[in-house]
């Protein structure tokens, strides 16, 4: 059976020439213009042909064309921006045949339910291996840490997209808390951050890419994370209170532990 090939897509200068598209700094939106990076950001994820994959913040399609490169069965795009819709729409026109569904939503990620967005023959039990569900975005500074307490939440509970299994994450944080994320214990940047996210996932930073890679060019460098949910947490609190301990002891200059005998 013959596959259908991939379209000579524009490059992203062209398109945001093209689409008269600028990025708005109130959105903390950067575009990431080099095909490469956006090629191996892709390549860290694991996707493959028979996987559904959720963009977040797609913008001009820099992430999404690489993703296609890996024909996945399902792609779904949010974006909020609704300037990008010609770009993605034309994207999605170009790769039909390729890739069995696109599927454009234009509203805001921190309220998007995400339970019903993928299939249900893709649910694993959560011991099980991880669905072939992944997470993928360039993220825009001002809710990447937001998003991720949001979702680290949905993990602890196995509720919205991980009511279908342990699905994993890769995701641009700045190069700061990148390193945070991933920080161990005795490590300056280890903080309630590091605590929180790794007692309910691995975090694995990947890479960091240059500030210059982008237009504009932000004032950090960016770290590229992949994030696996736990099959067993590291604590047995709930959510909550968990984060709400952290968030008070990490609020203190100095912190220390101490173990009391008897």
Not at 96 to 107: A, E, K, N, Q
Not at 113 to 127: A, V
Not at 207 to 216: C, E, R
Request: net charge positive; charged share 25%.
């Amino acid at each position: 059976m013959s596959i259908a090939r991939l379209p000579p897509f524009p490059t992203i200068r062209d398109i945001i020439k093209l689409y008269r598209l600028s990025a708005i700094k109130q959105l903390s939106q950067n575009f990431l213009m080099n095909e490469q990076l956006s090629d191996k950001i892709v390549r860290c994820t694991g996707i493959f042909c028979d996987s559904q994959v959720l963009e977040i913040g797609p913008g001009p399609g820099a992430i999404t064309r690489s993703i296609i490169k890996k024909r996945p069965r399902q792609i779904v795009l949010i974006e909020k921006d609704e300037r990008f819709k010609p770009a993605l729409e034309m994207m999605k026109v170009a790769c039909s045949g390729v890739t069995d569904v696109v599927d454009l939503i234009f509203d805001d990620i921190m309220t998007v339910n995400l339970t019903n967005m993928f299939s249900i023959e893709s649910k694993k039990e959560w011991t099980e291996m991880s669905p072939n569900i992944f997470f993928i975005g360039n993220l825009p500074f001002s809710i990447s840490t937001a998003l991720l307490i949001k979702w680290l939440k949905n993990i602890s509970e196995q509720n919205g997209a991980w009511s279908f299994g342990r699905v994993q994450m890769t995701l641009t944080f700045q190069k700061e808390v990148a390193e945070r994320l991933v920080a161990e214990a005795g490590q300056s940047q280890r903080c309630r951050l590091s605590v929180i996210t790794q007692a309910w996932t691995i975090p694995k930073l990947k890479f960091i890419i240059p500030a210059s890679a982008f237009v504009p060019k932000p004032d950090v460098d960016v770290g590229v994370v992949s994030l696996i949910p736990l099959k067993k947490p590291r604590t047995h609190h709930k959510f909550e209170f968990f984060e709400k301990i952290n968030r008070h002891i990490f609020s203190f200059r100095q912190k220390y532990s101490a173990t009391c005998a008897g």
